[in-house]
């Protein structure tokens, strides 16, 4: 057991028991006498058992070096991080034990433990996550989902500007029940490139920090002095699939998905697809089987330029607040 203080976080969809010095979370991030088993995540000494099989490899996008190894065996995951430690989750999804280097950056090794650690956890023990930034809208949360790189933080922000409240960036809880899909607000602090956050706020917009090492994105804390956030769970209105083109003569054009292509659309918008392999993928097809038929799911198309987001925002809402958007297709 850790000698550091410990305590309790609100996790993904469970709240989490840690010693770790995680930084800048507003008060609502932290819980008190929750009744809810609790994840832990605390500091490991000694040997790790056996990794198992190699499941993904990563590079660095910046240097091209080797940057991090995932593993998948009998006794769980392990992130193998190159310069930062080493994470292991336990095949339940109940236990995180991490061993950081000497000189270690704490902000890697915290967005490692938010995002993908956390995140595999969660889906472990059998939730639903979208790889999405959604917004509140209107009483219900709109996810817009698309692979890394593609905007979804950006449109997000552009919401945020305009006053929407943040639900989440890069992850989307869910939890199912009789009336359908209810998305989970996580942490409230979304990731941008200096040039995104300079033109949705203007050449005054503050600096951040870096959100990892590896990419050219800073972190930004929301509702502290810029935007709102959504502080409770909220309907899954609709999830949008982000299909930006580099043709400049491409329209704003909404279209909905259903059926098998919406499944598998929606099966590509699961986080961390890269990892779902056994019960983790069985449970994202189901999932995405149900949400199919639980929501509308909607491909956006539009040019990629900055000066499109004004339009596309608009756009976009009317075309949700237009009548027969209330349930999928």
């Not at 057991?1 to 995680?22: E, N, W, Y």
């Not at 943040?166 to 199912?176: K, M, N, Q, V, Y």
């Not at 917009?205 to 800073?218: H, I, N, Y």
């Not at 054009?253 to 059926?259: A, C, P, Q, W």
Request: aromatic share 8%; hydrophobic share 40%; with cysteine.
């Amino acid at each position: 057991m850790s000698s550091r203080p410990i305590r309790k976080l609100q996790g993904i969809l469970a709240p989490v028991l840690t010693d770790f010095a995680f930084r800048d979370l507003p008060p609502h991030c932290w819980q008190d006498g929750e009744d809810l088993p609790p994840v832990e995540v605390l500091a490991h000494h000694g040997a790790f058992p056996e990794p198992g099989d190699l499941i993904r490899d990563l590079e660095n996008p910046l240097t091209g070096q080797h940057l991090l190894s995932v593993y998948e065996g009998e006794h769980g995951l392990q992130w193998r991080v190159d310069g930062l430690g080493t994470f292991w989750l336990d095949a339940t999804g109940w236990r995180v034990r991490y061993a950081l280097t000497p000189d270690a950056s704490l902000a890697d090794a915290e967005s490692l433990l938010l995002g993908p650690v956390l995140g595999v956890a969660a889906q472990q023990r059998g939730e639903t996550l979208l790889h999405a930034s959604s917004v509140l809208v209107d009483g219900g949360v709109v996810a817009f989902s698309a692979p890394h790189g593609m905007g979804k933080s950006t449109l997000a922000a552009s919401f945020i500007e305009a006053g929407l409240p943040l639900a989440s960036d890069d992850i989307l809880p869910l939890r199912w029940t009789s009336q359908g899909p209810l998305a989970e607000p996580y942490f409230p602090r979304t990731k941008l490139r200096e040039d995104s956050l300079r033109t949705l706020r203007g050449e005054a917009a503050p600096g951040g920090e870096p959100a990892v090492s590896w990419f050219d994105k800073q972190r930004h804390r929301v509702g502290d002095g810029w935007g709102t956030v959504a502080l409770a769970a909220a309907p899954l209105r609709t999830v949008v699939f982000l299909n930006p083109s580099a043709n400049p003569r491409q329209p704003i054009d909404f279209s909905r998905v259903t059926g098998m292509d919406a499944v598998l659309l929606l099966q590509a918008c699961v986080y961390s697809p890269q990892t779902l392999r056994g019960p983790r993928a069985v449970r994202a097809l189901e999932a995405s089987t149900h949400l199919a038929n639980s929501v509308p799911v909607v491909r956006a198309a539009y040019h990629r330029d900055y000066g499109v987001l004004p339009d596309l925002r608009r756009a976009l809402l009317d075309y949700l607040r237009a009548p027969g958007m209330a349930v999928a297709g």
